[in-house]
C-alpha cells in the first residue's frame, strides 16, 4: 500500500505477493531528470508490513536512479502519516523488545531520505533520544496534532466546547495547543494502568472543576482499544456533562466504534490506521447509524 510520486505524477507500482508470503514490486521507469520523488505510505497499510514494502521500494527507486539520472542535489520523501511502533518507544518489561528503536533502525539503513514526513508523532521525545543515543540522523517533519485535529473538522463544524480534558500527563502538552486554539480550559485525567494487560483500572478528575451542563472534547493522538476514551467519558459524564466529543489523530478502533454509542457523542479523526474503520464509518457513527 505504498505509492511513488515523480515530480509529482504517480508512478504505477505492481506489488507482487508469492505463495510463501515473500513480497516483490515492479516499478515503471521514472521520468528523466526528476527533481523531486516521493514515497507515500497509506496508514491502512499493516505494521508489520511497511519496513519491507519501504525496503523493497526503495531498492526499486535506487536502481532506477542511474539511468534516470536522479542525484543527491534532487528531493527524495518519505511520507509516513503514521509512524510504526511509535508505541513501543521503551522497553516495559525484561524479555521485550524496542520496537520503535527497531524500526527506525531501519529506516537509518536505507539511508537516503531528504525529509521524512509524520503526522502527530506519539512520543516524538522517544524518537529523538533513540536519534541521539544510536547516531541516526532524520530530516523530521511533523504534522503537529493542532493542524491535524483542524484539518478534521467537516466544513459545517459549528460546536462550541467549554473544557478540553487530556487523557493522560504524556497527552497534556498536545491537548493544550487544542484548548488554547478553541480558548478554552483545559484539566488533566490521570489514571492507573496495568503495564502487563494495557487495561485501564481507574480514572481521576480533579474535584474543583465543574462538568455541569459542560461540552468537553477529548483529544489525543491514537484511538485504539477506546476503553480509555469510553471510561473517561462514563466519568465525565456522571459530574454531569451534556456531551463528550473526542478527537483522534490516529484512529484504530480495533473493537470498531459500536462501544462508543451512547458515550460519546461525536468522533473527529484526521485518518484511519489499518482496516478495522474507515472515515465513512466515523460519518455514520456521527449521524446516529451506529
Do not use: W
Not at 21 to 46: C, H, Q
Request: proline fraction near 4%.
Amino acid at each position: 500500500m505504498i505509492t511513488v510520486y515523480s515530480d509529482n505524477v504517480e508512478v504505477p507500482v505492481n506489488k507482487v505477493v508469492f505463495s510463501d508470503g515473500a513480497i516483490t514490486f515492479k516499478l515503471d521507469e521514472l521520468p528523466s531528470n526528476p527533481r523531486y520523488i516521493s514515497i507515500n505510505v497509506d496508514p491502512r497499510t499493516p505494521v508489520n508490513e511497511v519496513r519491507e514494502e519501504l525496503l523493497m521500494i526503495t531498492e526499486c527507486i535506487n536502481q532506477l536512479a542511474d539511468d534516470t539520472h536522479f542525484s543527491g542535489n534532487d528531493t527524495f520523501t518519505l511520507n509516513l502519516p503514521y509512524l510504526p511502533y511509535a508505541r513501543n518507544d521503551r522497553v516495559f518489561e525484561k524479555g521485550n523488545p524496542n520496537g520503535l528503536l527497531s524500526f527506525l533502525m531501519t529506516l537509518g539503513n536505507i539511508r537516503c531520505f531528504d525529509e521524512i514526513h509524520i503526522c502527530d508523532i506519539h512520543n516524538k521525545g522517544a524518537v529523538e533520544t533513540l536519534c541521539h543515543e544510536y547516531y541516526l540522523s532524520f530530516n523530521i517533519i511533523e504534522k503537529k496534532q493542532l493542524d491535524c485535529y483542524k484539518a478534521s473538522l467537516p466544513y459545517d463544524f459549528n460546536i462550541s466546547y467549554d473544557l478540553v480534558v487530556s487523557t493522560d500527563k504524556g497527552a497534556m502538552e498536545k491537548a493544550r495547543t487544542i484548548a488554547e486554539h478553541l480558548e478554552v480550559d483545559i484539566i488533566y485525567a490521570s489514571k492507573t494502568r496495568n503495564i502487563s494487560t494495557g487495561r485501564i483500572e481507574s480514572f481521576d478528575l480533579p474535584d474543583n472543576i465543574s462538568f455541569e451542563g459542560k461540552t468537553v472534547l477529548i483529544p489525543d493522538d491514537i484511538g485504539d482499544g477506546m476503553g480509555t476514551f469510553v471510561g473517561l467519558a462514563k466519568e465525565i459524564k456522571k459530574r454531569g456533562a451534556v456531551q463528550v466529543d473526542l478527537y483522534v489523530t490516529h484512529l484504530i478502533a480495533a473493537k470498531g466504534l459500536k462501544c462508543l454509542t451512547g458515550v460519546i457523542d461525536n468522533i473527529y479523526c484526521y485518518q484511519t490506521v489499518g482496516n478495522f474503520v474507515n472515515k465513512q464509518n466515523v460519518t455514520d457513527f456521527n449521524n446516529g447509524k451506529i
